[in-house]
């Protein structure tokens, strides 16, 4: 009995360690499927071709296979391995890696069984990418030196994303907004590509955010693919200057800030120097049709839709603002231009205080004569009377308790209130999700664009909604981290 106990003992013993054995085995092999599988994910963007693209991933798993479990490890044999590239769901691509390997036995060969099969698979996804970059292109751009150094961070950014899978498209902005580069699959190889086409932007204008991401989300929302990665990628140098709305004609008198207006309209006289003091200040010019003008019968002015700028960083209680200017520009490099069409042609809303297309800005500051106040929601129906700044109401007249249009502290902070609102907006829109991916440079409001993406580190970070990443780059020297960091992070998320 004694030495059947020992018999029984002794192949208990060795079944545990041929066991221990072939664990180990099916870790490591485990494991270098596992590598493999990610690496090959990563690398789906490799290729002009989806076949070209396919062969990448499939070449660089069985790199990753082989470094990781060569032939003849841990005294295997018989090992082999192959790699398939499938759609498993709408726009998600995942890559398979299978191998199996035969284990040779110690103890179990004592009872008929000399080896052991032994097989893994590791298995990585990766969602494609419906990205909108928007691109601040405001005049401090140019005057800091940043513009080219964007350019230049942005066109390395693009290089990283995948040719026939990921959907890339731009949107430049300033003052008013261009759609720079319609979002497509063939941003490398159609003509003329997403990177020639970034190294014509030209830095000029005001900054008119809420505006910009607003019309880069309606274009996401157009493509309805809510099982892609769908992101906006926003950069800026500043603080929202720029507020694009309806905005109601002046059609009473009432005391505000003066326009450094000083002429003869319509044998009507202003006089209104100082944008420090107050004046009692006519009503607007501004007519829709010819021969209807005030104070003529008839004078029926409609609202302008257009943007109203302020000056500097949109934080000085006194100082112009300017308007109204054309919200879309045709190219990147057309100037601003005021609203109102030719003189003298019907319905141009011609007899405006700022002229009608002007290209001059000491003409458009005097569009606060035309404008009553700034409304309570921008064009795309965000808020601009809160919740990030407080802004400025008229205490008495017939404008009493509207937002002020002759501060620009007040249009500055409706302008960043809009922004704010926008991002939150979208982000809330479960139809199709959307992701904000924030870059500040230099002077910016950091906070403000921690609560745009849903950063982590916002006060306001919101769990239930999209998690996105604010990377702040201090000179022109970090913009290649930051689009770089930005690129790393959207490709981890897509896998």
């Known amino acids: 009995m004694l030495a059947f106990g020992l018999a029984m003992i002794l192949l208990m013993a060795g079944l545990a360690v ?125 005057n800091s030196g940043a513009c080219e150094p964007m350019k230049s961070a942005a066109r390395s950014f693009v290089v990283r994303f995948a040719e026939g899978r990921d959907r890339l498209g731009m949107i430049t902005y300033g003052t008013a907004w261009n759609y720079s580069y319609p979002l497509t699959k063939n941003f490398k190889t159609q003509s003329p590509t997403l990177d020639s086409v970034i190294s014509t932007i030209a830095c000029v204008g005001g900054t008119s955010t809420a505006m910009a991401i607003s019309e880069a989300s309606n274009y996401l929302n157009a493509l309805n693919e ?77 609202d302008r839709v257009g943007v109203l700028v302020s000056s500097g960083e949109g934080v000085n209680a006194t100082g112009p603002t300017y308007g109204i200017i054309k919200p879309y520009v045709s190219t990147m490099t057309d100037p601003d231009r005021s609203l109102d069409g030719p003189v003298g042609a019907p319905n141009s809303g011609q007899g405006c205080a700022f002229g009608s297309g002007t290209t001059n800005f000491n003409l458009m500051r005097y569009a606060r004569r035309d404008i009553a106040y700034v409304p309570n929601f921008d064009l795309y129906n965000n808020r601009t009377d809160c919740c990030y700044r407080a802004i400025s109401t008229f205490s008495s007249g017939p404008y009493a308790g509207r937002i002020r249009p002759d501060r620009p502290s007040s249009v500055g902070a409706a302008a960043t209130n809009a922004a704010d609102n ?50 702040f780059a201090p000179d022109n020297t970090q913009l290649n981290q930051a689009f770089a960091r930005i690129a790393s992070e959207i490709l981890r998320l897509a896998q």
């Open 422 to 471: 926008a991002a939150r907006r979208i982000r809330q829109n479960l139809a199709n999700p959307t992701i904000f991916y924030v870059i500040g440079l230099g002077d910016v409001d950091s906070v403000l664009l921690r609560r745009i993406a849903n950063d982590p580190s916002s006060p306001s970070y919101n769990r239930d909604e999209p998690t996105g990443l604010y990377v």
């Open 18 to 142: 041929d066991a221990s054995y072939f664990y180990t085995v099916r870790a490591k092999l485990s494991m270098a499927c596992d590598a493999a599988a990610l690496a090959a994910a990563r690398s789906l963007s490799v290729g002009l071709s989806m076949a070209e693209q396919e062969a990448s991933a499939r070449a660089r798993a069985q790199a990753f296979f082989d470094a990781n479990f060569p032939n003849g490890n841990l005294n295997t044999r018989n090992r082999t391995s192959s790699v398939t590239v499938d759609e498993t769901a709408l726009r998600t691509r995942s890559v398979t890696v299978s191998a199996s390997v035969t284990a040779p036995t110690y103890f179990m060969r004592l009872v008929g069984i000399p080896s052991v099969p032994i097989a893994a698979l590791g298995k990585a996804s990766r969602r494609d990418v419906n990205l909108m970059m928007v691109l601040d292109r405001s005049g401090s751009m140019q």
């Open 226 to 302: 809510p099982g892609a990665l769908n992101i906006i990628m926003l950069f800026t140098d500043g603080i929202p200057t720029g507020l694009t709305a309806q905005f109601p004609v002046k059609t009473l008198s009432d005391n505000r800030y003066g326009n450094q207006e000083n002429r003869t309209v319509d044998g009507i006289y202003h006089n209104y120097p100082n944008t420090g003091t107050i004046y009692n200040m006519l009503p607007s010019g501004c007519r829709d049709m010819a021969n209807k003008t005030y104070p003529q019968a008839g004078w029926a002015p409609g």
